[in-house]
């Protein structure tokens, strides 16, 4: 389903965190082989979609052909609008901030978008880009009576936290737990609502802003008896009204993200942090609480 708007409008990881520069041309001629990656510059309250965009950016790096297909198969106008302007900034033709803005401008006039310029959140960015044209999940419950009711459809990539916590994103994921409770429409007893999952997407985002769970590597989805692994990319995280990134680049190593330190850089590369390898605590940085966890489908 595309979203409308509302009018006609390997080597060694280095052993200290740095920060590591080459030169921007040289960027742009091989974007899609970065081995250090670069974010957006931000600017007018950009930050939750720079967030976004730049781990999608370094996602999309990995592989060009296969996460072009695999993002424009969702059928998002926002998406296809992002992938073109990534096309752009590798042919030397538009910067990251261009591709930006013109998908922020976008949204900025479909129904619940933010004005441009103006805060908004990381759950209403990412459920405008990861919007598909298929289901993704359906809530649904089975109360003791037998009753088996199907409650609502979901097209979003992007799961909320329910009433209850979680252990962890598989126990999350998992058709055995219980998100909310409700009561059963034929018989009115209390009922616990479950997630069953109908299609994998390419992308899964947690929003999970004040939980406090394992942030699995990996966890696998099963549909229709077909296992998806999904892993994770990047953790979002939000403090005084703005959000920065930690990235996971495909070598397990963790570049720090926040738009606003870019800005006077001549060369906006990240911040190395670490690797995934040594088990490092994902849920905060520098002082920031992880909101939101984005996965993979690899």
Not at 35 to 61: E, H, K, M, R
Not at 86 to 101: C, Q, V
Not at 111 to 120: E, H, K, L
Request: charged share 20%; hydrophobic share 35%; proline share 4%.
């Amino acid at each position: 389903m595309h979203v409308t708007p509302r009018s006609a409008s390997h080597e060694v990881p280095p052993a200290r965190k740095q920060k590591l520069t080459v030169g921007f041309s040289e960027l742009v001629q091989h974007a899609r082989h970065l081995d250090v990656p670069i974010g957006c510059n931000w600017s007018q309250n950009s930050c939750a979609y720079d967030s976004l965009f730049t781990s999608l950016f370094s996602l999309w790096c990995n592989d060009r052909d296969y996460w072009t297909e695999n993002l424009r198969d969702m059928g998002n106008a926002v998406t296809d609008l992002l992938v073109s302007g990534f096309s752009r900034y590798e042919k030397g033709e538009g910067s990251l901030e261009d591709a930006r803005d013109d998908a922020r401008h976008f949204i900025a006039c479909c129904r619940n978008g933010a004005p441009f310029g103006q805060n908004t959140s990381i759950e209403n960015v990412c459920s405008h880009f990861l919007r598909t044209n298929r289901v993704i999940f359906e809530r649904h419950y089975i109360c003791p009576n037998g009753h088996s009711i199907h409650h609502s459809n979901d097209y979003d990539a992007v799961i909320l936290r329910g009433v209850n916590e979680y252990e962890s994103i598989t126990q999350w994921v998992s058709p055995e737990t219980h998100h909310a409770n409700a009561r059963c429409q034929t018989c009115h007893h209390m009922v616990n609502i479950r997630l069953k999952f109908h299609h994998c997407p390419p992308l899964l985002v947690f929003s999970m802003l004040g939980l406090r769970l394992h942030l699995d590597s990996n966890f696998s989805l099963s549909v229709d008896n077909h296992n998806c692994m999904y892993t994770l990319i990047a953790v979002v995280y939000y403090a005084d009204l703005h959000f920065t990134a930690q990235i996971i680049t495909r070598d397990g190593r963790i570049w720090y993200y926040d738009g606003l330190a870019l800005v006077n850089q001549n060369v906006p590369t990240l911040e190395y942090m670490g690797s995934m390898h040594c088990h490092p605590d994902m849920l905060t940085c520098k002082n920031s609480q992880a909101c939101a966890a984005i996965y993979a489908k690899l």
